[in-house]
């Protein structure tokens, strides 16, 4: 564990930045915090809990054009050399693992992996759970450095350096830093404990997939669903939702696009006999939560929620995905 005497965020930011990387970073927008591309180490502000949308889109854009083509001609599309993401909460380092598992395993998606493999992950952990934060009932601890090439701690205004892969070292080996002391381990381990006390939301995780099958036809997702107007919000900001849609823009000439879907919309699942499987919103609303806490948990033993709350902090009726999961019935008529 080292220390840096300057602002290590900023300062690595400034060296990606000469070394010719894309570099994504926290930048404040009005009353929150996006990632963005930076130009500058000026640009950004690491005083944040999390950002308003996840930084998902690194790898798996909005929007992204697949191919141009013409009467003849295909091409794809250039993909950056070299990309940093730098200040990225543990959570969502988490949701990107996650999606690695989605775009990676079974089936490579080459766009996906040709950003993906040029990423350096700089970690920031966390000192202060959100409002809706939840990570720790979901199995990650904020101040995780899985799956990052460096992890930084804010500890009283002194910057603690990890430094976790081979990429990560190369990278610190630019930068003059000072073992850490017996007196910053102890408090950073100080920290820590009192972020795991900072959650004012805990999921009761027990049981839940027993409790999820048996919970499937109950009418308890009817009266979740009362007030969800299907607007989408919530898979759009989520770092671990990753329904697309791929659509051609030009008839003879023009681009395929491959753009950011939800199973929120009624046409997200209308087929083309105009059978929908889920026609009713209560149907796609279940859906979420059985994706996130059912579906890919009995195919990939993981839930696919890192516990952010952005979901819950931006729906505008205020539904709850740790209310909703804490309050999956045990007992099904
Ligand atoms: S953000 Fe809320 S209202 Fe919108 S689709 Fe999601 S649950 Fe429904
Ligand atoms: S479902 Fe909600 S709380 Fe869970 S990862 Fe997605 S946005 Fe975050």
Redo the contacts with the bound molecule.
């Keep these: 564990m080292k220390v840096y005497s300057g602002n290590f965020l900023k300062d690595v930011i400034t060296r990606l930045l000469e070394e010719g990387y894309r570099v994504y970073a926290p930048v404040k927008e009005g009353n929150y915090h996006v990632f963005r591309v930076v130009k500058s180490a000026d640009e950004t502000d690491f005083d944040y809990i999390n950002t308003k949308k996840s930084p998902k889109e690194v790898t798996f854009p909005e929007n992204e054009v697949l191919i141009k083509y013409g009467e003849w001609v295909e091409e794809l599309p250039e993909q950056p050399d070299r990309l940093a993401i730098v200040g990225i909460r543990p959570c969502d380092v988490k949701g990107i693992r996650l999606m690695d598992r989605v775009f990676l395993e079974d089936i490579t998606d080459p766009y996906y992996e040709a950003k993906r493999k040029n990423l350096l992950i700089i970690g920031y952990a966390c000192n202060q759970a959100g409002d809706y934060c939840f990570c720790s009932s979901v199995g990650i601890k904020p101040y995780s450095s899985e799956g990052v090439d460096i992890l930084v701690t804010n500890l009283n205004g002194r910057q603690i350096v990890e430094v976790v892969s081979d990429a990560g070292k190369e990278l610190a080996a630019n930068f003059e830093l000072t073992d850490a002391s017996a007196e910053d381990i102890e408090a950073k381990k100080e920290l820590e404990k009192k972020v795991m006390e900072s959650f004012t939301r805990k999921v009761d995780t027990e049981n839940l997939e027993e409790r999820m099958k048996r919970a499937f036809d109950s009418d308890y997702w009817r009266e979740v669903a009362t007030n969800?107007?299907?607007?989408?919000?919530?898979t759009y900001l989520c770092p671990t939702c990753f329904c697309f849609d791929i659509f051609d823009d030009g008839e003879l000439k023009g681009v395929r696009i491959r753009a950011w879907d939800s199973c929120?919309f009624p046409l997200h699942t209308l087929e083309s006999s105009s059978h929908n499987p889920r026609p009713e919103k209560w149907q796609r609303?279940r859906n979420r939560f059985y994706d996130k806490f059912y579906y890919m948990l009995v195919r990939k033993g993981e839930l696919y929620c890192v516990g952010c709350g952005r979901?819950s902090a931006?729906?505008?009726?205020g539904?709850d995905i740790a209310e909703v999961i804490d309050n999956v019935p045990s007992e099904v008529e």
């Design positions: 969800c107007i299907s607007c989408g919000t919530c929120q609303l979901c931006a729906c505008p009726v539904i």
